[in-house]
T-cell receptor, first 112, second 116 residues
């Protein structure tokens, strides 16, 4: 089946690293994504990783993919107050007309 | 990246009326468009997938007669919520894809619908 799961909340201190985790069930995924959504706004694509990659780094963002365990994580280094948002993990399925399945979203809050 | 717009950005309508939401790809041809709805503090739920010139494919549990989708051109898809009820109040987001086999899927800013 198609299912993407995330923990609902994460609270970190400003300046620390944030790690948001995600698990998925469909092994036919081609791309896996991390989106950011600020209150009342649409989705912003933060980064993506192709399913044959293990890691991708882009400035403060590091994505790790463990395909065997179907586990994806997003690490945000030096977390800032502007990083407060909901982060969605998503996977694109090769088996279903390229539709993207979203996780429930993780609400990241930053404490001073 | 490519730009997808939605209009209107928010709308308030009375129960029983119909509302049309437009999704446009501004600088690319979108062969496929997707419509999602998002309830407060919840994830995006895919409603339907539409390909230009053909009927939309609806996800299980989504009423096709209530949520009419038209993808008449490569740059425009519309979602019409017919006979809207308060439970249809939600954030509706479209996305567009121009090429298969790539990662790109561009999201619109969303339309907030409130039915009174």
């Amino acid at each position: 089946g198609e299912d993407v799961e995330q923990s609902l909340f994460l609270s970190v201190r400003e300046g620390d690293s944030s790690v948001i985790n995600c698990t998925y069930t469909d092994s036919s995924s081609t791309y896996l994504y991390w989106y950011k959504q600020e209150p009342g706004a649409g989705l912003q694509l933060l980064t993506y990783i192709f399913s044959n990659m293990d890691m991708k780094q882009d400035q403060r963002l590091t994505v790790l993919l463990n395909k065997k365990d179907k586990h994806l994580s997003l690490r945000i280094a030096d977390t800032q107050t502007g990083d407060s948002a909901i982060y969605f993990c998503a996977e694109k399925l090769v088996s279903s007309a390229s539709k993207i399945i979203f996780g429930s979203g993780t609400r990241l809050s930053i404490r001073p | 990246g490519a730009v997808v717009s939605q209009h209107p950005s928010w709308v308030i309508c009375k129960s029983g009326t119909s509302v049309k939401i437009e999704c446009r790809s501004l600088d690319f041809q979108a062969t496929t468009m997707f419509w999602y709805r998002q309830f407060p503090k919840q994830s995006l739920m895919l409603m339907a997938t539409s390909n230009e010139g053909s009927k939309a494919t609806y996800e299980q549990g989504v009423e096709k007669d209530k949520f009419l989708i038209n993808h008449a051109s490569l740059t425009l898809s519309t979602l019409t919520v017919t006979s809207a009820h308060p439970e249809d109040s939600s954030f509706y987001i479209c996305s567009a894809s121009g090429q298969t086999g790539t990662y790109e899927q561009y999201f619109g800013p969303g339309t907030r619908l409130t039915v009174t």
